[in-house]
């Protein structure tokens, strides 16, 4: 194995650092590096896609430590906690040096990374937050407007630092649909909604958003379909198909989604949270309405909304400025011009090559 990576999911933690860790195992995979991927919380449909990906996985099984994390918040750690980690996936990889140790966890910092300095001859840090210190060779922030002035007094000062939307790593098929007649002219015409709170949605707003899309539909300001895209993990798929049973909207649920890229390509319009899947929408000038789901989506849902390439909804009233979501879709409805505006300037942000970029960097040219 050439790289080992540490990165969990859960319904608590989400799945995304698990993903875009997986987008680029699965570009070094086609340089000739394979990836050993080490976790602590991983749901079993997320471990059988990394091995038939052709990655090896393995499951942080000690008791000690599953009683220490047990004690903390998710996605935080205590200094004990990060030690207890740290040796045991020293122990799991064992005796040999990878090329590279990647780390995707919001919870472990230059405490965890300090002990594993002898693993790998190269460490890569990928973060959103830009709140804690690192010890590491090269690290990717994809914020929209992230600068490297952020990081500068947080990781030593040889590290190379990969920082903006212009490093946001999205499976090829992204870059592909831009690139060729895949990708659709928004009009701004809305005829298809796509909801996606994350992989496992754990305040439940899934059902929520379906409330609203209700008073559109009583409206008749939108008479389309909706699909609304899960994990079988989620905690409350049960409250959701159960909304979806009641409804009378045109509403599909999909589960453990693969072909994400092209049901993206699709959809005229998303709402859904302001986590990594963000980045995917604005690839394919996708408009959406978001919603912070987490503390670390916030300063990605404030860039875009700046940006006029997303509209960011309150959690709590999913509103913006006072106007709920239905009313918000409704206009929508009738003045296409204002999606078609945000379509062009989510698409100006995000090309799709971040991945090849990040590749770049640590194996040279590509």
């Not at 005796?95 to 472990?108: C, M, R, S, V």
């Not at 995917?280 to 990605?300: F, I, K, T, Y």
Request: aromatic share 4%; proline share 2%.
């Amino acid at each position: 194995m050439d790289i080992a990576i540490r990165a969990d999911a859960s319904a608590d933690l989400g799945i995304g650092h698990l993903m875009r860790c997986q987008t680029l195992a699965d570009h070094l995979l086609t340089r000739g590096l394979r990836s050993h991927f080490v976790c602590a919380q991983l749901p079993d449909y997320l471990r059988q896609r990394l091995e038939h990906a052709g990655h090896r996985v393995t499951i942080l099984q000690n008791q000690e430590l599953a009683k220490v994390n047990g004690e903390d918040k998710p996605g935080q750690l205590s200094q004990k906690a990060q030690q207890l980690d740290a040796s045991e996936t020293a122990r799991v990889l064992g005796n040999t040096e990878y090329q590279w140790l990647i780390i995707d966890h919001y919870a472990l910092d230059h405490t965890w990374q300090q002990q594993l300095n002898e693993v790998a001859a190269s460490v890569l840090v990928v973060d959103d937050l830009a709140n804690r210190e690192h010890r590491c060779d090269l690290l990717v922030d994809q914020t929209l407007g992230r600068r490297a002035e952020d990081y500068r007094h947080r990781v030593p000062g040889s590290c190379q630092l990969l920082v903006g939307a212009s490093y946001a790593m999205l499976r090829p098929e992204f870059a592909q649909l831009r690139s060729s007649n895949g990708k659709r002219a928004r009009s701004g015409e809305v005829s298809q909604i796509l909801v996606s709170v994350g992989g496992t949605d754990p305040l439940n707003l899934t059902v929520a958003i379906l409330s609203e899309l209700e008073l559109t539909h009583q409206s008749s300001a939108f008479g389309g379909q909706i699909k609304v895209v899960l994990g079988s993990t989620a905690p409350a798929i049960e409250s959701v198909r159960t909304q979806i049973s009641e409804s009378e909207l045109d509403i599909e649920l999909m589960l453990n989604v693969e072909n994400m890229a092209a049901l993206l390509n699709d959809s005229d319009l998303v709402i859904g949270a302001a986590g990594g899947s963000a980045w995917e929408r604005c690839c394919l000038g996708l408009p959406s309405a978001m919603v912070v789901v987490a503390e670390n989506q916030n300063a990605v849902a404030e860039a875009l909304s700046a940006a006029e390439a997303a509209v960011k909804l309150d959690r709590q009233l999913l509103d913006t400025h006072g106007e709920p979501l239905h009313k918000i879709v409704e206009r929508w409805a009738t003045k296409p011009a204002e999606l078609a505006h945000m379509s062009r300037q989510a698409a100006s942000l995000v090309d799709g090559l971040g991945v090849r970029r990040v590749g770049q960097a640590m194996l040279g040219a590509d």
